[in-house]
C-alpha cells in the first residue's frame, strides 16, 4: 500500500503507538461490544471491564451506577436505624460517643466551626522517599466551613434527589483528661445536637460517584459484574470539592489535651467506629446498608493513622527504559528479575497476607499545584510575574509571553480580580458567573452541573463571600482602556469568561472556569486560570494554588505482561508503566502532589482485589511522580526534598 506524504512525515513511533492503540481498541470493543450503549449514556469506559474471580458469569451490562433520588434506597425497620444513631466506642483512658445527623443544619454553626481552628503544627512527612503533603495547614480548608456546607444542602445541591444524602457525625469525648466545657451551649432551635461538641465529621450516603474526584466506577462496575452492590456507600469528604483536608475534625481542647500519637489512636477509633458499621451491616438513618467506607482527600497524618504508612519505594523509568530511552523496550533484567520475586512462595505469602488484612485501604493521587517558592532564591516568594517567568527555558518564556500578549493586547481582553464585597457591588455578576460556569458544563460531554443559581446567591450572602475570588475576562476597546479603570467602569454584562475562586489562608483554591459559547479567544483558558492566577497569587503573597483535579493526561502504556502487550486494566497483575505526558498544568509550572484517600469494603473479595491494584497504582504514581519532578519546567528543587 502506498504511503501517503502526511504518513510519511510522520515520525516513526507516534505511529506505531497509534497503530497498536486502534489495534487494542478493536480487540476490546470486540471482547465488549454490548458495552457500546453503556459507553454511550456516560456510565462506563469501554477499556475497563475488571473482573473480581475469573469462574463467576459476569450479570448484565449497564449497572444501576446511580439512584437519581435517594428515597429509592430500601427501608429499614427502625428499631435497627435508631440502634445506630448513638454509639459509644472506648479507646485507652476513655471513650468517644457518636451521633449521626441527617443534616448539617442540626449542628450549630458555631460548634462546627470550633472545630476547625487548629490541628497539628505540620504535615509530617511519610515514610516513603517523597514529602506527601505540603508543609502547611490543609486541616484550615474553607470548604468545611459550616457557611459551606449548609448553602449546598439549602440550595438543593446536595439532597436525596443528587444523591447526596447527608450523614454527619458529632463526637463527645469521655474523658478524666478532657476538661468539661461549660461556656459552651448548644442552640435552643436544635434539639438533635449534644450538650457539647468535641469533634465533628463531614459524611454522606452516595448512590453514584459523581463529584468525589477520588475515581472508584471501575470499581462499582467490578463490584456489579461479581453480583455485589456497590451503592449506597458511605463518603467522608466535601462535595464537588478536590482539595485536601482534614475529615475528623476536633475541638482545640482535644488537641490541648492529647499528643500527637495519642490524636493518632484517636483517629484510628473513628475509622474503627466507621468499619464496624459498614461490617455490622447497620443501616445509618435507616437508608440501606453501604458496602463501604470511602474517606477522600484526607490529610496524610490521617492516612497514616486509619490505614497505616505508604511503603512503596519509589522507581524510576529510566531504569526500566533501555538503549537511550526508547518507550518500546523493556529492560529484560527488570522484568525476569520481577517473575523471580512474582514466583518467590515468600512473595506470595507476603502479597496474600497483606490482602487479606481485614483493614482500610490507603490511595494516593496526584494532583498538581503551584507553589510560590522561587528556586532561584532559595525557595523565597516571587516578587512578580517576570521573575517567575525566569524560571522557565527560554524557549518556553517566548511562547509564554506570546500567548499571554495575544490575549491581552491583541485581543483587546481585559482580566481582573473581584473579590470580597466587592462582588455584590457589581450589580449582576453573580449571575453572570453562573452564567458563564452553565454555559460550558453544557457545551462538554463530559460536564456535569453540580452548583445552582440558587447555591451562587445564597452564598454570596453568607459571611464567606470574604473568601471568594472572580476573575472576569472582557473585552474592551483602545478608546475605553484608556478610560477609568477599577469598578466604576465594571458591568457585568461585559464580562464573558471567568472562573469560580476561592482564597483563604494564603491559598488560592481555583473551582470553576468557563466562556460563553460565543466567544472563541485561543489560549485564554490558560490566561484567566493559570497566568492571571499566578500573577494574583504574587501581587497577594499567597503561598500555593491548587487549580482542582485534572491536568491533561499521563498516558499508560503498559508492556509485557504474560508476553502480551495490553491496556491496563483494574485488577490485573504486576505491569511495566511507562508515562508520556501531555499534561498542561505541569508544562506550567504547576508539580505534582500527593492527594490522599483510605477505602474501606464489607465485601472480603472486593477489599482484596482493591487492596491489590491500588499497590500497582501507587508504585505507578509513585514513578510518575519521580518522572515529572525530575523534570519540572521550573526547576523547583525545593519539592524534590
Not at 104 to 109: F, G, P, Q, R, Y
Request: aromatic content about 12%.
Amino acid at each position: 500500500m502506498k504511503e501517503t506524504p502526511f504518513a510519511k512525515d510522520f515520525p516513526r513511533k507516534i505511529r506505531l503507538l497509534a497503530y497498536c492503540f486502534v489495534f487494542m481498541s478493536v480487540l476490546q470493543w470486540c471482547d465488549y461490544a454490548p458495552a457500546v450503549h453503556a459507553f454511550s449514556s456516560r456510565k462506563v469506559h469501554l477499556l475497563s471491564r475488571p473482573t473480581l474471580h475469573p469462574f463467576r458469569p459476569a450479570p448484565p451490562l449497564c449497572p444501576p451506577y446511580q439512584s437519581t433520588n435517594g428515597d429509592n434506597l430500601p427501608e429499614v425497620p427502625r428499631e435497627e436505624a435508631e440502634a445506630s444513631k448513638l454509639t459509644r466506642v472506648n479507646f485507652s483512658g476513655g471513650s468517644i460517643e457518636f451521633t449521626w445527623h441527617t443534616s448539617i443544619s442540626e449542628i450549630s454553626a458555631e460548634n462546627w466551626d470550633n472545630c476547625l481552628g487548629t490541628g497539628s503544627a505540620t504535615e509530617t512527612k511519610s515514610d516513603c522517599n517523597f514529602t506527601t503533603d505540603v508543609q502547611e495547614e490543609p486541616w484550615r480548608s474553607p470548604f468545611l466551613e459550616h457557611s459551606w456546607l449548609h448553602t449546598l444542602e439549602e440550595s438543593g445541591c446536595v439532597s436525596s434527589d443528587t444523591g447526596w444524602n447527608p450523614r454527619h457525625l458529632t463526637m463527645q469525648v469521655h474523658c478524666e483528661r478532657v476538661p468539661l466545657p461549660r461556656d459552651e451551649r448548644v442552640s435552643e432551635d436544635i434539639s438533635n445536637e449534644p450538650q457539647f461538641v468535641d469533634g465533628c465529621i463531614p459524611a454522606y450516603i452516595k448512590t453514584h460517584s459523581r463529584g468525589e474526584f477520588i475515581f472508584d466506577k471501575a470499581w462499582a462496575d467490578a463490584a456489579f459484574r461479581n453480583g455485589l452492590d456497590y451503592y449506597p456507600k458511605l463518603l467522608l469528604g466535601v462535595p464537588f470539592t478536590p482539595v485536601t483536608g482534614s475529615r475528623i475534625l476536633w475541638h482545640s481542647r482535644i488537641w490541648d489535651t492529647f499528643s500527637q500519637e495519642e490524636m493518632g489512636e484517636l483517629t484510628k477509633v473513628v475509622g474503627e467506629f466507621l468499619k464496624q458499621n459498614i461490617k455490622d451491616g447497620i443501616a445509618l438513618e435507616g437508608k440501606g446498608i453501604c458496602s463501604g467506607v470511602h474517606i477522600n482527600f484526607c490529610t496524610d497524618t490521617e492516612a497514616t493513622a486509619i490505614a497505616g504508612p505508604l511503603n512503596t519505594a519509589p522507581i524510576s523509568f529510566d531504569e526500566i527504559k533501555k538503549k537511550g530511552g526508547s518507550i518500546s523496550v523493556v529492560d529484560e533484567e527488570m522484568k525476569v528479575e520481577a517473575d523471580k520475586q512474582q514466583d518467590s512462595f515468600e512473595a506470595m505469602l507476603q502479597q496474600l497476607e497483606r490482602n487479606n488484612r481485614d483493614d482500610f485501604s490507603r490511595r494516593v493521587s496526584i494532583q498538581y499545584q503551584w507553589n510560590n517558592r522561587n528556586p532561584l532564591r532559595k525557595g523565597q516568594p516571587f516578587d512578580d510575574f517576570a521573575e517567575y517567568l525566569k524560571c522557565f527555558r527560554s524557549k518556553r518564556r517566548i511562547a509564554i509571553k506570546r500567548e499571554r500578549t495575544k490575549v491581552r493586547e491583541i485581543d483587546n481582553i481585559r482580566i481582573e480580580a473581584i473579590s470580597g464585597a466587592d462582588i455584590l457591588k457589581i450589580e449582576g455578576l453573580v449571575e453572570r458567573m453562573f452564567e458563564i460556569y452553565v454555559s460550558t458544563v453544557d457545551k462538554m460531554f463530559w460536564g456535569r452541573q453540580y452548583l445552582t443559581l440558587e447555591f451562587f446567591q445564597r452564598l454570596c450572602q453568607t459571611s464567606f463571600i470574604n473568601n471568594l475570588c472572580f476573575m472576569c475576562a472582557r473585552r474592551v476597546s483602545e478608546k475605553d482602556s484608556k478610560k477609568l479603570t477599577g469598578l466604576l467602569s465594571f458591568r457585568a454584562k461585559d464580562v464573558f469568561a471567568g472562573t469560580f475562586n476561592v482564597v483563604k489562608n494564603g491559598v488560592f483554591f481555583g473551582r470553576y472556569w468557563g466562556c460563553l459559547p460565543e466567544y472563541n479567544v485561543k489560549n485564554l483558558h490558560f490566561e484567566v486560570c493559570y497566568w492571571s492566577a499566578i500573577e494574583y497569587c504574587i501581587q497577594n503573597g499567597l503561598r500555593r494554588m491548587e487549580p482542582g483535579a485534572g491536568g491533561g493526561g499521563t498516558y499508560r502504556l503498559l508492556l509485557f505482561q504474560h508476553e502480551f502487550l495490553s491496556f491496563y486494566n483494574i485488577l490485573s497483575g504486576a505491569q511495566y508503566l511507562i508515562p508520556f505526558s501531555t499534561d498542561y498544568k505541569w508544562a506550567r509550572g504547576f508539580d505534582p502532589h500527593f492527594v490522599h484517600s483510605v477505602h474501606f469494603f464489607a465485601d472480603p473479595w472486593l477489599r482484596r482485589a482493591v487492596r491489590q491494584f491500588l499497590e500497582s497504582e501507587t508504585e505507578y504514581n509513585f514513578a510518575v511522580r519521580q518522572h515529572l519532578l525530575e523534570r519540572s519546567s521550573v526547576a523547583d528543587n525545593s519539592v524534590r526534598e
